[in-house]
């Protein structure tokens, strides 16, 4: 113990264990040390943005934020083995699967209920995620496909403008807008305008061939919670975005007329 006079007064501070702190330091470094050198390892290997968008374009899986790290390397590691075979696709959809009802379901409908633009919406997406539990996936991919405009535009206040193709890749990459290792940003982008903005694409990933009736093959349930993981990761982006930047695209839009 080591005694200070101040304004006489008497201030005991205990003396500090320097040796004991270290011995401290170096067991925390022990036990986290090899965790830390392997999560840089393996955000190294994803900072590779071709072979990691290439792999969720290719299997048509939307990437997530709730997706841990593991997925996000067995969706890479799986793209790169040479067969390419149906029976892989069906893999890839089945791990989908479960790893969504596992681990990411119940955190996505526990999200919706803290998101400001949704809850008006509330009733409707929980009568679709009832859907979803029964095995009726097509009104599932209905429901979240057409509120995914409205939620744009909500955010906006923007309810009556039209959003084109051009306004929708534009608050994309507003959305997704950031680099660096270990960020899936330029995945999520690529995807979005790929798979869910492009308007000459009839696939089940496809808003515009979905909300305009041109197809009706989405009827299983990876198709369900394709939907779900797209409209998810767009409106929890939308609610932690700042409303101004948004309504940019459409300012730039009417000056352009």
Same mark, same amino acid.
């Given at each position: 113990?080591?005694? =200070?006079?101040?304004? $006489?007064?008497?201030?005991?501070?205990?003396?500090?264990?320097?040796?004991?702190?270290?011995?401290?330091?170096?067991?925390?470094?022990?036990?986290? !040390?090899?965790?830390? @050198?392997?999560?840089?390892?393996?955000? +190294?290997?994803?900072?590779?943005?071709?072979?990691?968008?290439?792999?969720?374009?290719?299997?048509?899986?939307?990437?997530?934020?709730?997706?841990?790290?593991?997925?996000?390397?067995?969706?890479?590691?799986? @793209?790169?083995?040479?067969?390419?075979?149906?029976?892989?696709?069906?893999?890839?959809?089945?791990?989908?699967?479960?790893?969504?009802?596992?681990?990411?379901?119940? #955190?996505?409908?526990?999200?919706?209920?803290? $998101?400001?633009?949704?809850?008006? @919406?509330?009733?409707? %997406?929980?009568?679709?995620?009832?859907?979803?539990?029964?095995?009726? =996936? !097509?009104?599932?991919?209905?429901?979240?496909?057409?509120?995914?405009? !409205?939620?744009?535009?909500?955010?906006?206040?923007?309810?009556?403008?039209?959003?084109?193709? #051009? &306004?929708? +890749? $534009?608050?994309?990459?507003?959305?997704?807008? +950031?680099?660096?290792? !270990?960020?899936?940003?330029?995945?999520?982008?690529?995807? =979005?305008?790929?798979?869910?903005?492009?308007?000459?694409?009839? +696939?089940?990933?496809?808003?515009?061939?979905?909300?305009?009736?041109?197809?009706?093959?989405?009827?299983?349930?990876?198709?369900?919670?394709?939907?779900?993981?797209?409209?998810?990761?767009?409106?929890?982006?939308? &609610?932690?975005?700042?409303? &101004?930047? %948004?309504?940019?695209?459409?300012?730039?839009?009417?000056?352009?007329?």
């Amino acid at each position: 113990m080591t005694h =200070y006079r101040f304004n $006489n007064m008497t201030i005991k501070v205990p003396k500090v264990n320097l040796k004991r702190i270290l011995n401290i330091d170096n067991t925390i470094n022990s036990i986290f !040390g090899d965790t830390t @050198r392997n999560l840089n390892i393996a955000l +190294k290997s994803l900072n590779n943005a071709e072979i990691t968008y290439n792999a969720f374009l290719d299997y048509d899986i939307p990437p997530h934020h709730f997706m841990m790290l593991g997925d996000f390397k067995h969706f890479v590691a799986t @793209r790169n083995e040479d067969d390419s075979t149906l029976e892989k696709v069906k893999d890839i959809e089945q791990y989908t699967i479960d790893m969504f009802d596992r681990k990411i379901k119940g #955190r996505i409908v526990l999200s919706w209920s803290e $998101n400001s633009l949704l809850s008006e @919406r509330m009733t409707l %997406l929980n009568q679709a995620m009832e859907c979803y539990e029964k095995g009726f =996936y !097509g009104p599932v991919v209905s429901v979240f496909a057409t509120q995914l405009e !409205g939620v744009i535009k909500q955010k906006v206040n923007k309810q009556f403008d039209h959003v084109s193709t #051009r &306004d929708l +890749k $534009n608050i994309v990459n507003i959305l997704f807008s +950031k680099k660096g290792v !270990g960020s899936l940003d330029l995945t999520s982008a690529k995807y =979005y305008e790929d798979k869910v903005v492009s308007s000459n694409k009839n +696939k089940p990933s496809n808003r515009h061939a979905i909300a305009h009736g041109n197809i009706a093959n989405y009827t299983e349930q990876i198709d369900a919670i394709r939907m779900i993981l797209i409209f998810d990761c767009i409106v929890s982006r939308l &609610d932690k975005t700042e409303k &101004d930047i %948004l309504s940019t695209v459409f300012d730039k839009k009417k000056s352009n007329y």
